[in-house]
């Protein structure tokens, strides 16, 4: 490498940390505070990634606005309680992410970031949880438009002053993949999340953490 800064940005739902059934089983809560079924796990999982408000839209898009808001105030109360009943064991990390984190961060010219759709309150508890000091841009939902819109990016690389080129979004959905394209930097899908790796369009694909390393130097080879 030639010693200019790169940027390494990591989803978290899906990516870093398997937060499967806490997030199906906060809806399926906040759901029934209103007296309705939930959607399956499988339509659940498909809207994560998205900024709350718009996750619930996606998936009841034909309730009133009133009864929307209702959900999302019950999913964040869900999710607070469970979080808090379950500490780390809520949102465990997938095997070897603290590990990669870890050996990226020794790296001198890396960088790392998360732009996520969790709350800042969601973020910042997980990382307090997981001991994870590493990130240097922290990007979420409270401050960005959802993704797939590139804000929560191109606010990482201006707040860094690292360029495009020595960017890489890393996540496991759509909107991953679509707000780094949007954004102009390359793109890694890992392929233990919620949406299938291959049909993502991403740069590259990942099936563990420990490919992630070999594949940024080879990205980054020049």
């Known amino acids: 490498m030639s010693g200019e800064l790169r940027l390494i940005l990591f ?32 339509e659940i999982l498909s809207i994560v990634g998205l900024s709350l408000p718009l996750a619930i839209a996606e998936l009841a898009p034909a309730l009133e606005a009133s009864v929307q808001a209702e959900l999302v105030e019950g999913y964040k109360s869900a999710y607070k309680s469970a979080r808090m009943a379950a500490g780390a064991g809520h949102s465990p990390l997938y095997p070897g992410a603290a590990e990669v984190l870890a050996e990226l961060n020794a790296v001198p010219d890396y960088l790392l970031g998360v732009a996520t759709g969790k709350s800042q309150r969601g973020l910042d508890a997980l990382i307090e949880t997981h001991e994870l000091r590493c990130f240097v841009t922290r990007q979420c939902a409270d401050h960005h438009p959802s993704k797939p819109h590139p804000s929560m990016v191109l606010r990482a690389m201006a707040e860094t002053g690292v360029l495009p080129e020595h960017t890489v979004m890393i996540g496991d959905t759509s909107f991953d ?10 793109t890694i899908a890992v392929g233990w999340g919620f949406h299938p790796a291959d049909q993502l369009g991403a740069d590259h694909i990942i099936d563990s953490f420990a490919d992630l390393a070999p594949l940024l130097q080879h990205i980054w080879k020049d």
């Open 11 to 42: 989803d978290v739902d899906g990516t870093l940390a398997d937060s499967q059934g806490a997030i199906t089983s906060a809806m399926a809560a906040a759901f029934d505070g209103v007296g309705l079924a939930a959607p399956n796990r499988t």
């Open 177 to 186: 993949i679509d707000m780094g394209r949007a954004a102009g930097v390359r």
